[in-house]
């Protein structure tokens, strides 16, 4: 018997209800829970953008500054089959991506190693947290130019930006997920003899991979805000180059229409990693939302 079968008052079923029976009015409401969820979504998106849409064309905004939704589409759909003024839109989107993509992977596996690690040594803890909390005080825009100023226009400095806002979240997560870690799992696994490494990697990680998962579904997007940033500070491709060259020259429709380019990448990133977490947590009880 599924979760979403405790949601299901008993009093709704007559006596002898079959548990097929009850398994199938529980799929039924977790179907029409999903239909709700899934119009409230588009009705709120439609809504959104219409009353945008009617406020630029009625002049109760200015449509100079704040563009319209028809007039976005326009300029996506130019980019798309056109390009940009700087080349073929793709080719900024697939720069963008590979400096968010990799430095989200060295970030993220950083983030996980050394947090990991000092979580499971108290006086190594002592001695470097001083030193990550004053990097961490840092504003990661102002690390932009140092980079790009040391390593130059291309893709290195977007990476280590990228890297630098992965980091310090995945760490942080790591880091907290280890000292939560259950104590009486720990005990027992120790009871068994089980040596430090075993106890790290059989007890300790699967213990604190809520944490981690929960740093990597925001870290993502915090890595593609280091590569904008940077490419917005100097660089000859990306989509933080079409922002900038749409601030240059007023565009205000360009610069939404990156906008809306990067929110569909981050939210299709979301999913994936949405994905890949079901995948490797199927042990975990899915969420209390998931199951009313």
């Known amino acids: 018997m599924t979760d979403a079968t405790i949601n299901i008052s008993a009093a709704n079923f007559r006596p002898g209800t079959s548990d097929a029976e009850i398994e199938a009015a ?19 998106l439609v809504v959104f953008l219409g009353s945008w849409e009617l406020a630029g064309r009625m002049a109760w905004i200015d449509p100079f500054f704040y563009a319209m939704p028809s007039t976005i589409a326009g300029r996506l759909y130019e980019w798309a089959t056109e390009g940009t003024s700087e080349g073929p839109l793709w080719y900024h989107l697939y720069v963008t991506m590979e400096e968010s993509v990799l430095g989200f992977v060295t970030g993220s596996v ?32 102002v690390l932009a130019p140092i980079f790009i100023m040391i390593l130059g226009l291309g893709l290195a400095s977007k990476v280590a930006l990228a ?20 104590r009486a799992m720990i005990a027992n696994a120790r009871i068994l003899g089980a040596s430090d ?27 593609i805000i280091g590569a904008i940033v940077g490419e917005f ?7 933080g180059l079409l922002i900038n060259i749409a601030k240059g020259s007023f565009d205000a429709a360009g610069m939404y229409a990156a906008i809306v380019i990067v929110m569909v990448v981050a939210l299709g990133a979301e999913y994936l990693m949405t994905l890949v977490e079901n995948r490797l947590a199927k042990w975990r009880p899915q969420p209390l939302h998931e199951t009313q």
């Open 26 to 44: 529980a799929a039924k409401a977790a179907v029409n829970r999903r239909r709700t969820v899934l119009f409230w979504r588009l009705a709120i």
């Open 110 to 141: 950083a983030g996980i190693i050394i947090g990991v690690a000092l979580g499971r040594n108290r006086m190594a803890a002592d001695i470097f947290s001083i030193y990550i909390k004053l990097i961490n005080s840092i504003p990661r825009v």
């Open 163 to 182: 890297f630098v806002m992965v980091f310090f979240v995945v760490f942080h997560n790591a880091f907290q997920g280890v000292r939560e870690a259950d």
């Open 197 to 223: 490494w075993q106890l790290t990697r059989q007890v300790i990680v699967p213990s604190a991979m809520s944490w981690i998962f929960a740093s990597l579904h925001v870290s993502f997007g915090f890595a």
């Open 233 to 239: 500070v100097g660089s000859r491709f990306g989509i």
